[in-house]
């Protein structure tokens, strides 16, 4: 079975700009979750969604959203773009079949984004 | 506030001999403790984890770990380490309480040299 797919795998973008990320979770699981991880940091927890509803939300301003869509793919957008959000954008996935706080998550590649 | 430490940034170890790496948490009400293991370029990939019972869990690749209310920690171990286990590592928690999330420590590089 294929893992958690991400696109696109790259992306450089200018001060300013919106971006689009993309994320496909594992046949069969329902959640997706979206983390940023900095150079030299552990990754930090951005959105929780289950059912196309967020269930969870980090310490993230209100230029990040993201969404679920009924076959559970997801995206994540972030609007006029600051320096500090070059990253490595992490998607996971997870069952939800009962308590998500247990659950394990599949993490993707990741998309890494650079903002000049 | 909940949080995640690992408190050192890098380990070395020689092949064949055991490792640890480190890690404490702090959160409100009964934890839920992960490992998750990355290597250059790529997602993070998960080793084990503890909801309840047995305080040893056993993971994949060889790995284990022991969880310490007390001392709340949750070490990672590996009785051999090898050359391949090079590679950086996060705990991580999901608290008991409040609104889904997971807290990742910052990470610690594991260097196994042959």
């Avoid at chain 1, 329902?30 to 980090?58: C, D, M």
């Avoid at chain 1, 500090?84 to 984004?113: E, K, N, V």
Wanted: with cysteine; aromatic share 14%; charged share 15%.
């Amino acid at each position: 079975d294929a893992g958690v797919t991400q696109s696109p795998t790259h992306l450089i973008k200018t001060r300013g700009q919106q971006v689009t990320l993309r994320c496909s979770p594992i046949s069969g699981h329902k959640s997706v979750s979206w983390y940023q991880q900095v150079l030299g940091q552990g990754p930090q927890f951005i959105f929780q969604y289950y059912e196309k509803e967020e269930r969870g939300r980090g310490n993230f301003p209100d230029r990040f959203s993201a969404r679920q869509f009924p076959n559970y793919s997801s995206e994540l957008n972030v609007n006029a773009l600051l320096l500090g959000d070059s990253a490595l954008y992490l998607c996971a996935s997870s069952l939800a079949s009962g308590q998500m706080r247990t659950d394990t998550q599949y993490f993707g590649p990741g998309t890494r984004l650079t903002v000049l | 506030a909940q949080s995640v430490a690992q408190p050192e940034d890098q380990v070395n170890v020689a092949e064949g001999n055991p490792l640890t790496v480190k890690c404490t948490y702090s959160v409100s009400g009964n934890p839920y403790l992960f490992w998750y293991v990355q290597y250059p370029n790529r997602g993070l990939q998960f080793l084990l984890k503890y909801i309840t019972g047995d305080n040893l869990v056993k993971g994949s690749y060889g790995f284990e770990a022991e969880f310490n209310k007390s001392q709340t920690s949750f070490h990672l171990k590996k009785p051999s380490a090898l050359v391949s286990d090079s590679a950086l590592y996060f705990c991580a928690v999901s608290p008991y309480t409040g609104g889904f999330k997971t807290i990742f420590g910052a990470g610690t590089r594991l260097f196994v040299k042959a």
